[in-house]
């Protein structure tokens, strides 16, 4: 199974201030048809898990621009430029090219 | 504007048996693949299995296969898992989403709790 591993575990951020989150996968996930199926999630407390971030850098509608993804290979990162309260929670990231699709651990996001 | 609801979790003795429903709108649903997910307490997400437009491409994680089946009527636009042989580690939030590969949209989750 492709391996996720995500950095770090907690995350205090003062308001304002930029995070950022890693996300390391055990192989490349690059699929045959040539995309990369990795995705960015966040789960505030209490919800279901949102999508932010698909096909590595691709913003989901709806989700603030201060959110954004980077990465190629087997390393991504998940930026927030300025950090606010909504954004308290956990972060996962995913890959959705080799089965069993697999999670990060996740990041919990807390203010400090 | 999508939406998907799960109902069936509860409480279930191991060894028993459950049917989780996922009730789609708000998109063609027939148009899509769908995946179950779950949560166990505190922990992160498993993916579970996913389930073709036709029903015919279907996939599980060694840890469920066997035990569950999911399946789909398009007719009703509703995803179906039918769960088996439940163990204590079955305990989570199970939830249905919209894809296989990204996930797009997700439901609330329903819980099961397996436990004497």
């Known amino acids: 199974d492709v391996v996720m591993t995500q950095s770090p575990f907690s995350l205090p951020v003062t308001l304002g201030q930029p995070a950022s989150i890693s996300c390391r996968s055990s192989q490349s996930i690059v699929y045959s048809d040539g995309n990369i199926y990795f995705n960015w999630f966040q789960q505030r407390p209490g919800q279901s898990p949102r999508r932010l971030i698909y096909m590595v850098s691709s913003r989901d509608s709806g989700v603030p621009d201060r959110f954004s993804g980077s990465g190629s290979g087997t390393d991504f990162t998940l930026k927030i430029s300025r950090v606010e309260a909504e954004d308290v929670g956990v972060y996962y990231c995913m890959q959705g090219t080799h089965w069993p699709f697999t999670f990060g651990g996740g990041t919990k996001v807390e203010i400090k | 504007q999508v939406h998907l609801v799960e109902s069936g979790g509860g409480l279930v003795k191991p060894g028993g048996s459950l049917r989780l429903s996922c009730a789609a709108s708000g998109f063609t649903f027939s148009d899509s693949y769908m995946s179950w997910i779950r949560q166990a307490p505190g922990k992160g997400l498993e993916v579970l299995s996913y389930i073709g437009r036709s029903g015919t491409d279907i996939n599980y994680a060694d840890s469920v296969r066997g035990r569950f089946t999911i399946s789909r009527d398009n007719a009703k636009n509703s995803l179906f898992l039918q769960m088996d042989s439940l163990r204590v580690e079955d305990t989570a939030i199970y939830y249905c989403?919209?894809?296989?590969?990204?996930?797009?949209?997700w439901g609330q989750g329903t819980l099961v709790i397996v436990s004497s």
């Open positions: 989403a919209r894809t296989a590969r990204q996930f797009s949209d």
